[in-house]
């Protein structure tokens, strides 16, 4: 068991052991490729989560014959995907000068398109965190909530309060006892919280 917390990524780690290996195992474009794309994808592009370690890992990489376009191409989005998550991303709404909050009500959601929709608004200027509320898809009831952060704010806390978790700057929940209108309720309640105890920005 191998655990380091100020990694960017599982990826990052596997280059470094790869390298630390006495009889270096070969590695094609292929796998060079694919680590790559794992750090683009934990790092958001290298701007989250990112240090001088990162950066030497990816060096290594492209060393190793890694095709940096062909993993950039790979998280291209088609355009029926693109047009949805904007449709989106323009039902947010700032709260109290830092906060974007998207309370999605008309239709259910993949998790994985409500995390790219707060990721995205993270892009909005002076947005310090990021909530997206909606119906999970495939899911009885569920409601679910995506919180991202630039870093500087814990939305760990405020999805603990709601019984989810995650970390630092990215968490979520899922909750089948409340409306998407409830958990917008709970999340500002719970912003106006932190506010007032001043202890949630890092």
Partial sequence: TYVESTASSACELIVELLQNIPNH???YEMEATIMYLGILVDTNRFKMHTDARTFEAAAALQNWGANTNRAEKALCEDYLYFSMKNALIQQ???YHDHF???AIEDEALERTMMAQVSQALLMIK???ASFTIAKVKNSTNGVA???RSD???NVQKIMEKLNGGGHFSAAAVERQDLSVQQMKDLILKYIEE???NEG???
Avoid: D, L
């Fill in 25 to 27: 195992i070969p590695i």
């Fill in 92 to 94: 947010a709404k700032p």
């Fill in 100 to 102: 974007m909050i998207a």
């Fill in 126 to 128: 002076g947005c310090v």
């Fill in 145 to 147: 909530v995506s919180a």
């Fill in 151 to 153: 870093g500087s704010y």
């Fill in 194 to 196: 932190e506010q007032n």
């Fill in 200 to 202: 949630n920005f890092a």
